[in-house]
DNA sequence: GGGTGAGGTTAACCACCGTTCACACTGTCG
DNA sequence: CGACAGTGTGAACGGTGGTTAACCTCACCC
């Protein structure tokens, strides 16, 4: 409102629709207290509007909270997909890649980490199901290079291996900030590097 | 009630107290679906009795989530203490020692693990500092001996990769029971040790 | 200039849930 | 036997919070 340039009706990342806004202030209020502590009304106030407004561009709150998990379910395998492509037939530079995107994606989002693995059960069945089968994907991504580093290991304990790499890249929210960003990054690629070629 | 000897009136174990059966039905209904979307009378229908029945044994369902999660910072911060008194001096000894009782307790109450860090939020303000302040020493227990593995590392760096290490160990609910419980131990200590020296 | 549609507001509705109450049952102890 | 403590029950109360309803306003446009 204060700033003219609002060109069509949508977002352009620095200037997002409302809609965008209250999906990015939900994200940051469910990470900070979990999605059933919050009320549509803390979202609202966090935009600017009272609570029943929501409703003007989500079908619930339960919706609001689907599509959030359902973004960066897609987001995460996408972007698997997409590195692994681009790394080469090397296993190793594979693992990498994979690794130093996932930190990316947990250091620039720690709340939508923090959600994602929080307020799953929350969801409507359907929808979860819908969640659970986009992450599994990308777990199997992860395994599939894994399968590969270990070539003697079973794919059972490739998968318990790759859920272990996400537990420590995923630590981001728990250490909030104490350490530059570029620090930090190199931190956990190389601890998770470590891990997954143990 | 099916077995005779209850000595006394209270718990051993094998014959837990009516209070004891709660909190751990409680433990394992709160890591399911988060304690905010538990009920008491969820709870109750887990030991065979009515929700209300609840409140002769627990003053109230926050009063329950706190001994939950107090129980489990001091039972941490015990066994740390006492590992690293039992390791000897070398930090790789500690660390092991760390790892494998930390690994232990994660394989051991997979379900304490899930609420430990999920619920936090929903404790009262006092419970909630007490809790936290547990935890800090706990972490603070692994600082110590990270900084004394990495001679030049600052102490921020060590904190980062403790948490690090944490959230890789505290991996095992989301990857449940696929490996055996030896072989997973055992994966997971020499991950978690590969990434702390990493 | 009046119809239209998008987006807000306040008030009300309603279901759910933590908690309390009044009462019942069962043992033990004096 | 009768008090009493411990434990459980069903019914009722009260607050919270998601959702809906009725109404308003403004930008836009033929």
Known sequence: ?????DSALHSDAANPSRREQILR?????????????????????AVGVTGPAIYRHFASKDAML????????????????????AAGDSPAAQLRALVDFHVDF?????????VQDRDLGAL????ARR??????????EWVAVLVRVHPDASTAACRAR?????????????????LA??????????????????
């Not at 202030?25 to 106030?45: C, H, N, P, T």
């Not at 960003?181 to 143990?198: E, V």
């Open 66 to 85: 689907a599509e959030m998990l359902l973004r960066i379910s897609e987001r995460l395998l996408a972007g698997g997909t997409e590195r692994i492509a």
């Open 106 to 114: 947990a250091l620039d989002n720690p709340a939508l980490i923090t």
């Open 25 to 45: 202030a939900a994200a940051q209020l469910f990470a900070e207290r979990g999605s059933r502590a919050v009320g549509v009304d803390d979202v609202g106030a």
């Open 181 to 198: 960003r570029p620090t930090m990054a190199a931190l956990l690629a190389d601890m998770a590097i470590a891990a997954a070629t143990a």
């Open 162 to 178: 790759a859920h272990a790499v996400f537990g420590l890249i995923n630590s981001t929210p728990h250490s909030a900030g104490r």
């Open 1 to 5: 409102m204060t700033s003219p340039p």
């Open 131 to 140: 969640v659970r089968q986009l992450q599994r994907s990308y777990v199997e």
């Open 124 to 127: 409507s069945d359907p929808d």
